[in-house]
T-cell receptor, first 110, second 114 residues
Framework: QKEVEQNSGPLSVPEGAIASLNCTYS??????FFWYRQYSGKSPELIMF????GDKEDGRFTAQLNKASQYVSLLIRDSQPSDSATYLC??????????FGAGTILRVKS | ETGVTQTPRHLVMGMTNKKSLKCEQH?????MYWYKQSAKKPLELMFV???????ENNSVPSRFSPECPNSSHLFLHLHTLQPEDSALYLC?????????????FGPGTRLTVL
């Protein structure tokens, strides 16, 4: 069973701080990794994807991938109350599907 | 505004009803997906279509019946559902249907089965 594990949270951080969200995956064949943000009652929206080991930065967001440890993370710098949402990690590889984690709830307190 | 639309946005139905969910993508993608999202659970993949051909069916009960008439439209036909089928049903599309593709989601249909 291919799985993606995330801490359900909630993760609470003060406004302006760095939020660190983590994810582990079980399938060593996974090649692509995605972070989606989902506001309550809304659908997931893509934040970032990463394919290669190391860091990938996009604005306030940095995705980090360590394939040896089967670990993916998302850092959000200068966290804002509007970043409060559930963050879904997903891993994809061969075949037709992504495997999603259950998500981590992030709360940014002003 | 998303390039993937879904109707209806909310649906309440009895266990004996028949209804259909509709999804349309305006992104020129070749693959479309149905997911079920229940509270505090990971997204559950239900069906995958690539170039209008079903390529994945994750042991979904037969009371859910998908239809993909073309690469832009996807339907989910519902009949004799159970209360535990109440959930958010999400449609997604991706360029080619490969496992490394980015998937783009529609707004979802919130389904309540009484």
């Amino acid at each position: 069973q291919k799985e993606v594990e995330q801490n359900s949270g909630p993760l609470s951080v003060p406004e302006g701080a760095i939020a660190s969200l983590n994810c582990t995956y079980s399938d060593r064949g996974s090649q692509s990794f995605f972070w989606y943000r989902q506001y309550s009652g809304k659908s997931p929206e893509l934040i970032m994807f990463i394919y290669s080991n190391g860091d990938k930065e996009d604005g306030r967001f940095t995705a980090q991938l360590n394939k040896a440890s089967q670990y993916v993370s998302l850092l959000i710098r200068d966290s804002q109350p509007s970043d409060s949402a559930t963050y879904l990690c997903a891993a994809g590889g061969g075949g037709n599907k992504l495997v999603f984690g259950a998500g981590t709830i992030l709360r940014v307190k002003s | 505004e998303t390039g993937v639309t879904q109707t209806p946005r909310h649906l309440v139905m009895g266990m004996t009803n028949k209804k259909s969910l509709k999804c349309e993508q305006h992104l020129g993608h070749n693959a479309m997906y149905w997911y079920k999202q229940s509270a505090k659970k990971p997204l559950e993949l239900m069906f995958v279509y690539s170039l209008e051909e079903r390529v994945e069916n994750n042991s979904v009960p037969s009371r859910f019946s998908p239809e993909c008439p073309n690469s832009s439209h996807l339907f989910l036909h519902l009949h004799t559902l159970q209360p535990e089928d109440s959930a958010l049903y999400l449609c997604a599309s991706s360029p080619s249907g490969g496992g490394t593709d980015t998937q783009y989601f529609g707004p979802g249909t919130r389904l309540t089965v009484l």
